[in-house]
């Protein structure tokens, strides 16, 4: 098959949820579907649970898990699809935003019942900026939950999606019928577990026929003559061409435990989402049917066994076909590199690639030479955008307690920055290293594995920051000056970039009053 049949038939996704809204359960239907998995229960949840014994084992069960589910692909309806995971808890949503510049679309879960919740607004917000393609699937309608309609404006409000109904519920809870699906004119019936077969459904163009009345009750066909009748009123007709630009979002309602809802969800995403989509670097646009390979690094998975030190790096290929032991040009690294064992990822199973095409996801045995962000390329000098580091929030210092164990420590911790867990940064002045992190887990994260990975032991210190944000100016003098007449409040991060410490909203912007011609920038990419 040639490249372009290849990349056609790809389609490469991302499912956003807050915790608990449903992703484990909806992720592992769609493999059902798929032939995947055979059994229910296959995929585990990575969430974080709650009530864990403590927070960083509770990590280590989450990172073994993770990386059998980083990547799920399956194939349907001739189209093969990849699935990449998403870490729903908070401390972990820069894993999340990175993760979201390796899809081509996105599917959001929404609980009937709590509705849209932050988790959920921070992650659309950075989807709509890119533009990325959302199917909204509204889970859990066997349940009591709030109106379906109250639903559709809690969408448009809180996630600023507009959004155009391709299924709608008849009752819910205790009361729940099944679905009338606008996309393919048909009654869907619930029943529960699902059981549901081709006699639930029923073929009904026209809402007015009697065949409805009969299946699901007077009252209810009536209310749901009128939903309909509002719905076309109100919504804008479905177009492929706004959902493919981010302009409208089509959204399904369902069941995901008892398998509702969820096959009409899948046959729309086959037939409406967007194939292996451009990428941005700083030279140019790079297109899917460029011939040449290109790709790049958006996450860094350390192996769990402390006797083999090489991590796996996540390659979204973007251009060209990969070929297993063909050799590659590593831009940041400016040198050539071969990957004998390539993986690819079908449901919890990894099997060498000899082959990769645009949209897939290929596991690279890597023994420290990636960092999140890496380009590989043909030999041309490509940076991929939109893969930045956020400016941390939590700030500490971070103390070496076994001198004999520095080099350990040191490595230790340049490796984790590189997996993205956090950012280093060190002081000007004096040396010192503060850690700074997106959420609170990583601190626990870091020592635990410095300890267990690296034999080095570390403890914190408090530091008093509010923000650490990169610095740049057109004008060297006066990039120099800040540097000088700030010292105490300056640091390098891993790439030697600098970096004014905050130590309040107050600091940070009498530094910018003070230093008018300097640009102080919240995210790595500038
Ligand atoms: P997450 O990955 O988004 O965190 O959510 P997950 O799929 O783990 O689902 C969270 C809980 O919601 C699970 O229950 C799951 O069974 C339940 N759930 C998912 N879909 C539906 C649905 O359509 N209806 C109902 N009623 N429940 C649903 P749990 O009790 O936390 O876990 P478990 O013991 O059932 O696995």
Redesign the pocket.
């Known amino acids: 098959m040639s490249q372009l049949e290849e990349l056609k038939k790809r389609k490469t996704f991302g ?1 956003v ?12 239907k769609l493999l059902l579907f798929g032939g995947a998995i055979q059994e229910a ?1 296959a995929v585990k ?3 974080i649970r709650k009530h864990a014994t403590s927070d960083f084992m509770e990590i280590e069960r989450q990172r073994g898990i993770s990386v059998a589910t980083s990547v799920m692909a399956f194939d349907y309806r001739g189209k093969k699809i990849n699935i990449l995971d998403t870490p ?1 808890h908070k401390d972990f949503a820069e894993d999340t935003y990175r993760t979201l510049t390796a899809v081509d679309s996105v599917i959001v ?1 929404i ?1 009937v019942a709590k509705g849209v919740e932050e988790q959920t607004e921070k992650l659309v917000e950075v989807c709509r900026m890119r533009n990325t393609p959302i199917i909204v699937f509204i ?5 009591e939950g709030k109106d379906a309609f109250d639903l559709l404006d809690e969408v448009e409000t809180k996630l600023g999606l507009h959004v155009t109904p391709l299924s709608w519920p008849v009752g819910m809870g205790q009361r729940f019928k099944g679905v009338y699906s606008l996309y393919e004119k048909n009654l869907i019936l619930f029943s529960p577990h699902g059981k549901q077969d081709d006699e639930d459904i029923f073929k009904i163009s026209d809402l007015d026929e009697s065949l409805l009345d009969s299946k699901v009750g007077h009252a209810e066909a009536d209310t749901l003559r009128d939903e309909i009748h509002t719905i076309v009123s109100v919504y804008p007709e479905f177009s492929r061409e706004d959902y493919l630009n981010g302009a409208i979002c089509p959204v399904f309602f ?5 398998n ?1 809802g969820v096959r009409e969800l899948l046959d729309c995403f086959v037939d409406i989402a967007p194939q292996p989509l451009p990428r941005v670097t700083e030279e140019r646009i790079v297109k899917p049917v460029e011939e040449k390979f290109s790709g790049f690094i958006f996450k860094i998975h350390a192996n769990m066994d402390p006797k083999h030190r090489d991590r796996i790096a996540f390659l979204r290929v973007c251009s060209g076909t990969f070929e297993r032991n063909k050799s590659y040009y590593h831009v940041r690294q400016e040198k050539n590199m071969k990957f004998p064992n390539p993986t690819a990822f079908m449901a919890a199973k990894k099997s060498v690639v000899d082959e990769a095409y645009p949209g897939d996801i290929v596991g690279l045995y890597d023994s420290g030479n990636f960092k999140i962000g890496d380009s590989l390329s043909e030999g041309e000098v490509l940076h991929f955008k939109g893969i930045p580091s956020f400016s941390p929030e939590l700030f500490r210092f971070v103390n070496n307690t076994d001198p004999m164990k520095t080099k350990q420590l040191n490595k230790g911790l340049d490796q984790l920055m590189d997996e993205g867990v956090a950012q280093l940064f060190t002081k000007e002045d004096n040396g010192r290293k503060i850690i700074g992190t997106v959420g609170s887990l990583q601190f626990d994260v870091i020592q635990y594995r410095l300890k267990q990975e690296y034999g080095a032991s570390c403890d914190y210190e408090p530091v008093h920051l509010y923000k650490a944000c990169w610095i740049s100016s057109k004008n060297p003098v006066a990039l120099k000056e800040i540097v000088s007449r700030r010292k105490k409040d300056i640091a390098r991060d891993t790439d030697d970039r600098l970096v004014f410490l905050a130590e309040s909203a107050w600091t940070l912007q009498m530094a910018q009053e003070n230093h008018p011609e300097v640009e102080f920038h919240f995210t790595s990419e500038f």
């Open positions: 499912i949820a807050h915790p608990d809204a449903g992703k484990t359960t909806l992720t592992e229960g949840s990575n969430k729903g879960v609980d889970n859990k309608l066997d349940r369902g069941s995901a435990v008892n509702f």
